[in-house]
């Protein structure tokens, strides 16, 4: 059985097996002999001396020639070994004529049961029959009886059934043992191989781990030189703006006077000729310059993520509107047909008003500059249930397709044109794709040369909240169940913001998209608001928030809510939340028309005008100016003008001489202009004089320094600790601390 599951399966656990099995029969086998030859030579030397020498030799020569064949062919050693066997036991009964011998027959199927099998067995058994019979007639053999013979085959058989019942199930139960021996010795080897596969990979994950945390190094390092590029190109573009500014204000405001009013100089008559249009074309030279500076700074702050986008809900067509009224005129003036298709009943869209007017503008100037006949025309359509897209068609040259990916590069443009252009700058489209980008659309340009240049932008259809109010106009029959379900949803819906500035209320309504923002433009309104429609909130400008009626209303506010109060300085031209009493905040280059309207807003009679600026030609500009509009009778009477070069001297100037009005530059050579401010403010007297400022700093940079309580939350309770908890919290992660560098004198 043995062998046979051995030479079926070649399985190493049976071979083993086989093998020791096949070395114990043969080791014992021949051991017995040896002991029993040792025996009968000492004790019986008469009976077996000298001819069992023959026996053994016989059998020492079968044992040496099985071992040797024993691991290399297994079959033929258990054959060498059984017949070997054999002829001993029929040497000895021949030599020593005793038929007992023969019974030693029965122990090779006892042999052959547990080294050959059970089908060796039977084979040794039939070849055991077959000698035994056939002995009687062999000649010269002694005589054995038939009974005999007959009880040597019973004897055979007997030894076969009973060695294979003894071995079978214990060979059986050996075998299965070996197998799953050598198994588990297996798939412990697979275990190890395993073990040293996750070694290996362990290893690798180490390296790995390795080279991540350094390439996490290089990135952070990186990521800090990013950083600090950035930084440097914001303060070099603030530079550049800063530096820029106060040149480009002195070009721009001296030619502006010389084409606009030019009589301020002299009558055109009397100017040397050519000298007009000279002035005229560096007053449009500056002007382009000033675009381009502008939309440089626009890129940077792009580049930055810095650049806000106020939305509004607005029509399309309203902006359509607003774009005819601005080109048709010089369309038509160049020949051109203009075209406004709009498709009926357009839904609201929620931009950026101002700036998606500046892109259709960019667009539609650019067609004007290359399209010589045909039309240009515009139409909006709804694109999907979820997009509007703007179409812009011009029957321009067209762009040919290796231009095609070139046209949104910035400083780039396309065409055969490109040297004889003078008023573009390379910066629109890019400038407008990213505007378009900005509010969530996309912009795709489609042009063949000869067949003109198609412009699709597409835009989001984002509504806003409705609102509360509307909702309330609405209500009809059943209205108070609908006004308590309003109230409840209010609650966490509505925020109510008290501010003079409509465009304030509409940045403010920007920034908290998840609630509705609805605007109190007064104090009373606030009171009606509070009590009509339940809100989550209360935002008041800090100029408003200052008035004590408001702070004694605020103490009495029902339903604890929050009220949050700061000063808001996001728009130059404000000036009920600008601190120290300031008018107006101009950045420059200021056009002469800007600064004669602000002047002209004061709404009273400006006798005596202190200019306050360190730079002689920056206050003489200013006074050409205002002198240009007063001999257009733009102002009644006369103004004095009373300049000064330094903050100290402004300072004696307001405090010992009556000024009705005040020019203030915050960069002076002895004192900032803040300082100036706040000396102005300590003095009663000199409360109410309005202050212009003029600077070539952004607001955002100057104005805000030295500010204090920007911001205030103010509520009828004690915070709760939760609520307090998360408000620290959020505020320090969202409030990063400036600290200012000190600024470099301008050397311009």
Known sequence: MLWNRSKISEEKASRDLLLSTA??????????????HFVASLFFPRIFSPDLWICTLLMLATFLLTMWLLEKIYLVSQIIWLIGVSCTILGAFIIFNKPEILLLFCLLPLMATVTLGIQGTILVEIVLVGVIILLPYLPGLPPISSGYILALIFGFLFAGVFGWGISSTMLSALEDSSFHYYEARRRLQETREHRAEISRMLKEQSQSNYQLKQMNRMLEQARGRAEEAREDRDRFAMAVSHELRSPLNFIIGFSDLMVNAPETYAETKNWPLGLYDDVQEIYKSSKHLLGLINDILD?????????PIFRERVKPQTILDEISELVSTQIRQKGLEFCLVCEEQLPFIYVDRTRIRQVLLNIITNSMRFTKEGKIEIQVQIKTPEEIEFIIQDTGPGIAKEDLEKIFEEFRQVGQENWSREK???????????????????????????????IRITLPLMEPFQSILDQRDDLGEGGEQRVASLQARSQSDVVIFCTTDKIQGKMVGQSL?????????????????????????????????????????????????????????????????????????????????????????IGKDVQNLLLVDDDPTMVRLFTQAIKSAQQNGQFLGNINFIPVYSGTEAIRVLESQAVDAVLLDLDLPDIHGIQVLAEIKKNPQLDLIPVIIISASDISEDFQVNQSASLKIFINRPFERNELSTLLQDTIKELKPHYQEPRAKSII
């Open 299 to 307: 890129l940077g702050k792009m580049d930055a993520r810095r650049m």
């Open 513 to 601: 998209v998840e609630h509705e923002v609805v605007v109190a433009e007064s104090f009373d309104q606030l009171k009606t608001l509070v009590s009509s429609i339940f809100p989550a909130a209360i935002i008041i400008d800090e100029a408003i928030f200052q008035q004590g009626n408001v702070q004694e209303y605020l103490k009495t506010l029902p339903y604890h809510l929050p009220v949050i109060s700061f000063l808001f300085a996001g728009i130059p031209n404000r000036s009920v939340s600008l601190p120290f009493g300031v008018f107006r905040y101009l950045v420059k280059p200021v056009s002469r028309e800007r600064l004669i309207n602000t002047v002209q807003a």
């Open 424 to 454: 573009s700058t390379g910066l629109g489209l890019s400038i407008s794709k990213r505007f378009v980008e900005l509010h969530g659309g996309t912009m795709v340009v489609e042009s063949e040369p000869g067949m003109g240049t198609t």
């Open 23 to 36: 070395r114990y029969v043969i080791f014992s086998t021949i051991g017995i002999y040896l002991l029993f």
